[in-house]
Structures are given as structure tokens and as C-alpha cells.
């Protein structure tokens, strides 16, 4: 069984994720640290610990790919209603804290009096004028057992994992809970905090990112989680993307000793190309994102030289064509500093833009098994 270590935004990596686990692979996904938009803004604020919005949808996304259904993932994967009014929207959410929703009768009373108790703790945690409209069931009992817990993510997630039946890992790249994303743009302008970079106009999607930086509040920086290092070193592969690059894949590089860890983990380490531009990349080519990820990695105290392979997703077009209103990212990556280009065929054949999980997880097993050739 291959160890293989995703460093990864969202919904980008999730049919990889699923793929992966389908094939029987070990994986720990690492997930941002600094999320600071939507509902997890507001949870977040209030409670002032660590946005736990990436790690749940990254845990539902691997109980999807070990088939894990049961009744926990189901109420998990549950938001109270959008449309209702303030009062009736904390109604719904009680439905669940009192225990009166079916899946959560039926469960056995030690399981079901967890789940209570870590939704009991959230709302008493978050207080009465707290908006549970659109939220998610399982932001609030993993954040209710973050708090039950004294603020200790790693452990919020671990007994996550337990009650839900997950095997494989979801760790964030840093315990701190307190991380600003900045980025500079190319004309000297900087853009903070993480969501106000991710909706940036197009008029500042043309002039462009030229780098991010990661601190704490009081402009620390960032310490690597404990569970990340040991799961690199660990590691039979190590991936990073896909995803959206500065405000989900680099931030990563800046954590202060990953960067390093990667470096020292004797395991391929593998950078996986965007089959689409986005408005981080706007009239980039795959060749500026691997320089972009050079820098990151120079950043965070490393070489240009990290990643020794490129998944690269063949254009099939000789002129410029969109999804939407993205065009894809053009390749034209160069083999250098001992770094293998592998070209093939990485979108996926029903959802334009989205990566094929099973194309590009069977060439990341050959990869970690020494078998690149026809990756």
C-alpha cells in the first residue's frame, strides 16, 4: 500500500482524492490553514480557533472514496436550510443537537451522545444571536470538538475521523489559527486577507500575482503541524495540486519547515498542473506556474529543484479554447534540474476543466513505484 501525501486546496483534488483511495492507496491529505471567508469566517472570529471548513469537506471527500455512507457522514455532510429566518434556521439546527433527527435515533447512544455533546458545546460556545443559515452540520461538530478538546485541531479530528469511520488522514499544514494570506501584486499593490485575494476583479487578475506571504496576526510565522511532518517523512509520494494556486497550493511552501521536510523525504515529489486557467493565472503558462512555485519554495527556505516530476495536461488544441469563461493552462514546461515532464491526457472526459482522478492517480502510483516511463 503506497503512502501517498496530497497538499491541496478544496474541490480541485477531490476526484484524485477518491480515486486514490479506491486504488487502495494510504492518503493524508494537507489542507489551507487560512481560510478566511463564509461561514467558517464567522466561526473563526468568534471562537478565534484554527477555520475547519477545507479539513471537513477534505474528510467527506475521503469517506466518499472509502465508502464510508454510514448514518455520521450522512448527518456530517448535512447544512441547516439557507431560505429560513433566523429563528427557524436555529430550530433546524436543534432538530439536530436534541437528538430528534432519525439517523441520529438510531445510532447507538455512545456515538450519538458524542455527536450531541460536540453540537451542544458549539452552540453554547457560539452563543444565541450565532446564524446557522446554510451552515454545515459537520463545521459545527468538528468545531464543537475542537473546543470541547482546549482548541486542539489534531485531536478535533481524530475522534472526527472515528466517529465517521474514516482511515485515511486530513491534517492541516499548521495548528495556528491565527494565519493572514497576503499577496503582492505584479504592480506593487497587496490584497489580504485569503478570501479578498480569491475574489479579486478582473482588472487585478490582469495585472497579476507576484507573490503571497503567510503570518500569524502579530506577523509570526507559521509552524508546521506536527502530523504533516510525520506524514512526509513517512511518505512513498509527495503531491502538491491541483488547485488554485496562490491562494491554495503555494501559501503551503511558506509554512515554516515543510518546505525542508519535503526536501529531506526520500519519496518522488510531484507537482500537479491546473488543467484550466483561473483568475490567479491569468495568461500564465504551466512553465510561469512551475517558476511561481520555484519562488515559494525558495520562500520557505528551499531549492528551485523541488519537485521532481510535472503531471502536465496535454492541450489538444492548437489555438486558445475555454471552459467557461477560463482558457486552459498552456504547457510548454521545460525538463530541467532533473525535473521529468509527464504529458498525458489528465482531464476528465464528462467534466471539462476537472481532472480524470483515475488517469491522474494511476500515474501518481507509477510514479511512486518507480515506474515513470509511461506515467
Not at 439517523?103 to 458549539?122: D, K
Amino acid at each position: 500500500m503506497k503512502r501517498i501525501v496530497l497538499f491541496s486546496g478544496g474541490s480541485a483534488c477531490r476526484s484524485i482524492n477518491v480515486a486514490l483511495c479506491q486504488r487502495g492507496a494510504d492518503v493524508t491529505r494537507v489542507v489551507p490553514a487560512w481560510d478566511s471567508g463564509g461561514s467558517s469566517k464567522v466561526i473563526r472570529e468568534r471562537l478565534s480557533i484554527l477555520s475547519v471548513g477545507d479539513i471537513r469537506q477534505a474528510l467527506m471527500t475521503m469517506a466518499h472514496g472509502e465508502g464510508c455512507a454510514g448514518d455520521v457522514v450522512k448527518i456530517c455532510n448535512a447544512r441547516v436550510s439557507a431560505n429560513l429566518g433566523f429563528d427557524d434556521a436555529r430550530k433546524e439546527f436543534l432538530f439536530y443537537a436534541e437528538g430528534r433527527h432519525p439517523l441520529l435515533e438510531r445510532m447507538e447512544p455512545g456515538l450519538r451522545g458524542a455527536i450531541l455533546n460536540y453540537l451542544n458545546t458549539f452552540a453554547t460556545s457560539v452563543g444565541r444571536d450565532f446564524d446557522f443559515r446554510h451552515g454545515s452540520v459537520g463545521n459545527f461538530i468538528l468545531t464543537g470538538a475542537c473546543v470541547a478538546h482546549n482548541g486542539d485541531v489534531n485531536t478535533a479530528i481524530f475522534v472526527f475521523r472515528k466517529l465517521c469511520g474514516i482511515v485515511g488522514n486530513v491534517w492541516p499544514s499548521s495548528c495556528d489559527n491565527d494565519l493572514v494570506l497576503s499577496a503582492t501584486l505584479r504592480d506593487g499593490r497587496r490584497l489580504a486577507p485569503q478570501d479578498v485575494i480569491t475574489s479579486m476583479g478582473a482588472g487585478d487578475a490582469k495585472v497579476g500575482i507576484a507573490e503571497v506571504e503567510l503570518a500569524g496576526a502579530d506577523q509570526a510565522l507559521p509552524v508546521a503541524n506536527s502530523a504533516v511532518l510525520d506524514a512526509v517523512a513517512r511518505a512513498d509520494l509527495i503531491a502538491i495540486g491541483p488547485g488554485s494556486l496562490y491562494t491554495s497550493i503555494l501559501p503551503h511552501l511558506l509554512v515554516t519547515g515543510l518546505v525542508s521536510a519535503i526536501e529531506k523525504a526520500n519519496c518522488p515529489k510531484v507537482f500537479i498542473g491546473n488543467i484550466l486557467q483561473c483568475r490567479e493565472t491569468m495568461g500564465l503558462t504551466l512553465e510561469d506556474v512551475l517558476a511561481a512555485a520555484d519562488l515559494h519554495a525558495r520562500k520557505g527556505g528551499g531549492t528551485s529543484n523541488l519537485f521532481t516530476f510535472v503531471l502536465a495536461n496535454r492541450m489538444l488544441f492548437p489555438f486558445e479554447k475555454t471552459v467557461g469563461t477560463f482558457p486552459y493552462l498552456r504547457e510548454k514546461p521545460q525538463e530541467k534540474n532533473g525535473r521529468h515532464i509527464i504529458k498525458g491526457e489528465f482531464e476528465d472526459a464528462w467534466s471539462r476543466g476537472q481532472h480524470d482522478g483515475d488517469a491522474t492517480a494511476a500515474a501518481l502510483l507509477k510514479i511512486a513505484s518507480g515506474d515513470a516511463s509511461d506515467a
